[in-house]
């Protein structure tokens, strides 16, 4: 039983804190924050380009790092601790393992090198209105090649250079990759709960795209390169759950009320134990998508639901019992907790929300019971 | 990452597995409960016996006292090992579990030669009395009282929830000696025998309708200053000991999980509700939560580290899991959900069975709440509560 990570793989993680602590305070977040012209930290971004995490889990022979999935898994935790204003999760979790996934020799060759070394940002673009995105229900067509419709929000959209956009056409739903920097296409900000990660409408019109993958085999593809995301997601929630668990706890022990330190209250004390547990349940449940996901193993679709459900579970409950344990100080904006409540509502909608998840985990314990 | 075995740990699984073959049968529902109480406590009885002199009986412990001198990691595989056969264990985990190494870490000598061997050839069965009606969280706060009388000592009192008194041969227990200083510092530990005059064992009527524990009442019973565990006043440090020698829990789920739901949903042809669906998520969820949080406190133990107070989280999610699945199956049976007669209840009444044993779970064993304040205070460092009892001697409180 080695039911953890390695020691390199600590070691790893201990580096990256150590690093982001110092690189990527919440004063870099806020810079995002509070400069709505402002899509991420570039400064921030750039160490992050320049420590080669991009490529953590991409092979050497496409420019990366080669180290593999749990080494990303534990930069993907850590830079959840940190709220990271950076696109790291859309272009290394979505548009680099799509490519690894679907991508063909020429595109991977193309294209991850330059994921690796941040001269390309990649993002997704699926949906397109409220509610869960159907096969029939994508209006965004794929025509001789070029494509039209309008993908709304798309998370990093303002700012990456290359989209993995879901289409409909003439077989049925397909994956096509689009160059961002053409003309038959624009882009515009949107506001959403979460400024520290920028958003944007982009709207086709004839931009020309290449397929990722069969035609035909959007859908599928999508299932797939979700459910690998949905790991590294569960890991950067889970890095923010534990953050807002940690600063409720030194909050509850400095705040004094009724003469004692609040974190004497059993009402504090037990929500506090409560919200352990949830991390440890949502912890246990990322280190099987891990294992899963760093495997290639038969049981990724219901390890990665599962972590992804119980990450989004866990890191609501933190981000809103962490507001509720600062008392009013913890509803001022010059407060850190509004932005973990933040960042944790789009981590758990993005990919799908935790309904969707809970769906597709029960349709894939079905399948397996049979 | 993986959830292979070590080389060594393999071949230990391998000799287990072996062994049990050899003597047991492979788990079969129900097997092990038939032929009533009796029966059941002989079967326990030679199964130990069996264990001990294949040199499987307390991993653990050393060698010296009939041990097999193992690791605590060796002591786990053995657990999932036997948990995959019909194996009567019950009777012995308390006792040597919990009470014996306390003999061994606080007996004389004597002690040790008369007691650790019997009871690790299952020929003496040991309970545990520390609880009682009006200490139960709070169990340093304990009234029966033990007067010292030349060389003796004469106990009255009463214990509660004494798991497997009606047939144990002795048990550690725990009275108050001094009530003129504060609770914690007027305890001391004996041993006691269970069958001498002045003990008597009632069951007690649980309000699941079934009598699996016991109130122990203590009428002028005496106990030789001989059979004292630790000095005069020092019951509560061995207390801490034998509560931290608990077994490390090894088992499955107490009773029905989300396979189980999901099999009856099935078969009664309401998995297409949604909010159904999302709940078996949930449950499912939670199940892997329990079993992967054990694997990580295994990759723990492997290492030869030892587990913390962070292992309170397994009960609380354990206790409320089995209760909200029990809740949820009989609300989906509807009025019929009612009924716990097995001819008619869907699934063998295991819901309806689980249903009223859950509420003990929660309780048994430190109650959700107190788990809750051992991870805020051993685990998050926050205060303690609030103890006006603190300062104040037990007379004074009472």
New interface residues.
């Given amino acids: 039983?080695?039911?953890?990570?390695?020691d390199d793989q600590k070691f790893l993680r201990d580096e990256a804190r150590k690093f982001l602590e110092a690189q990527c305070t919440m004063a870099q977040v806020r810079e995002v924050l509070d400069d709505d012209e402002k899509s991420h930290n570039a400064g921030v971004w750039k160490q992050i380009v320049e420590m080669g995490w991009l490529g953590a889990a991409i092979p050497e022979e496409y420019g990366g790092l080669g180290l593999g999935m749990?080494e990303l898994c534990v930069i993907a935790e850590e830079l959840g601790r940190v709220l990271a204003p950076v696109p790291f999760g859309s272009s290394a979790f979505f548009f680099a393992e799509a490519l690894k996934l679907a991508g063909s020799e020429e595109q991977k060759q193309a294209l991850l090198p330059k994921v690796a070394d941040g001269s390309l940002i990649g993002c997704i673009a699926v949906s397109e209105g409220p509610g869960e995105i159907k096969a029939g229900n994508i209006a965004t067509r794929l025509k001789d090649g070029r494509i039209s419709g309008t993908k709304i929000p798309v998370t990093d959209g303002d700012i990456a250079t290359h989209a993995i956009v879901l289409v409909k056409d003439g077989s049925g739903e397909s994956l096509v990759i689009v160059d961002l920097s053409q003309s038959g296409l624009s882009r515009e900000p949107i506001k959403t709960l979460e400024p520290t990660r920028s958003h944007a409408t982009i709207s086709f019109d004839g931009a020309a795209a290449e397929l990722l993958g069969e035609a035909g085999s959007g859908m599928a593809l999508l299932d797939q390169i979700n459910d690998r995301a949905a790991v590294l997601l569960a890991f950067e929630q889970l890095g923010g759950a534990s953050r807002c668990?940690e600063m409720a706890?030194e909050y509850?022990?400095e705040r004094v009320a009724f003469g004692?330190?609040i974190?004497?209250n059993?009402a504090?004390?037990?929500k506090?134990?409560?919200m352990?547990?949830k991390n440890?349940?949502?912890?246990?449940?990322a280190?099987?998508g891990?294992?899963a996901l760093?495997?290639d193993a038969a049981e990724l679709p219901?390890a990665a639901?599962?972590a992804r459900?119980?990450a989004s579970?866990a890191y609501w409950f933190a981000s809103k019992e962490n507001i509720q344990t600062h008392g009013g100080m913890g509803f001022t904006w010059e407060v850190d907790c509004h932005l973990f409540y933040r960042r944790a509502k789009l981590l758990a909608v993005q990919a799908g929300s935790p309904?969707v998840?809970?769906?597709k985990?029960?349709s894939a314990?079905?399948a397996k019971?049979d | 990452m993986d959830f292979n075995d070590t080389p060594e740990e393999a071949e230990f699984r391998a000799e287990a597995h072996a062994f049990l073959s050899q003597h047991l049968k492979p788990k079969t529902p129900g097997a092990l409960r038939s032929g009533g109480r009796e029966d059941f406590l002989e079967r326990a009885k030679a199964w130990q016996k069996t264990k001990a002199e294949g040199g499987f009986a307390q991993i653990t412990w050393p060698k010296e006292i009939g041990g097999r001198g193992g690791t605590v990691m060796q002591q786990v595989i053995w657990g999932q090992e036997e948990a995959k056969f019909d194996a009567p264990t019950g009777p012995f985990a308390i006792g040597l579990g919990m009470c014996v190494p306390t003999v061994i870490a606080f007996g004389s000598d004597e002690h040790k030669k008369r007691y650790v061997e019997k009871a690790l050839k299952g020929e003496e069965i040991w309970c545990q009395l520390f609880s009682e009606p009006a200490a139960g969280s709070d169990v340093a706060g304990l009234k029966t009282k033990a007067v010292k009388d030349g060389d003796e000592w004469v106990i009255n009192g009463q214990k509660v929830w004494t798991s497997g008194a009606h047939y144990s041969d002795f048990g550690i227990l725990l009275v108050r000696t001094d009530p003129n200083v504060p609770k914690h510092k007027g305890l001391t530990m004996f041993i006691v025998d269970m069958k001498q005059k002045g003990v008597e064992v009632r069951p007690i009527h649980q309000a699941s309708g079934g009598r699996e524990f016991n109130e122990v009442y203590f009428t002028d019973v005496r106990i030789s200053d001989k059979d004292r565990l630790g000095e005069p006043g020092m019951g509560w440090k061995v207390a801490l000991v034998t509560l931290m020698n608990e077994r490390l829990a090894v088992g499955g789920s107490p009773g029905p999980d989300w396979k189980e739901i999901m099999d009856y949903a099935r078969s009664a042809g309401t998995m297409s509700d949604q909010a159904f669906r999302a709940r078996l998520a949930d449950w499912y969820v939670a199940a892997q939560g329990y079993k992967l949080t054990k694997f990580r406190t295994q990759t723990a133990l492997s290492r030869g580290e030892t587990p913390g107070p962070e292992n309170a989280i397994g009960k609380i999610i354990n206790a409320n899991h089995l209760q909200d699945i029990c809740n949820s199956a009989i609300e989906m049976q509807d009025h019929f959900g009612i009924i716990v007669d097995k001819d008619d209840a869907p699934s063998d009444a295991i819901f309806q069975e689980s249903f009223m044993w859950a509420p003990g779970l929660r309780i048994a064993g430190g109650t959700d709440e107190i788990l809750k304040n051992i991870i805020a205070e051993r685990v998050l460092g926050l205060p303690q509560d609030v103890r006006v009892d603190k300062d104040k001697t037990f007379a004074e409180m009472n």
């Fill in positions: 039983m080695n039911f953890d990570f390695s749990l668990l706890n509850a022990k004692r330190a974190g004497g059993q504090i004390k037990h506090l134990a409560d352990y547990v440890e349940v949502a912890r246990s449940n280190y099987y891990a294992w760093s495997s219901e639901a599962a459900v119980a579970e309904a998840w809970k769906e985990l029960v314990l079905e019971n």
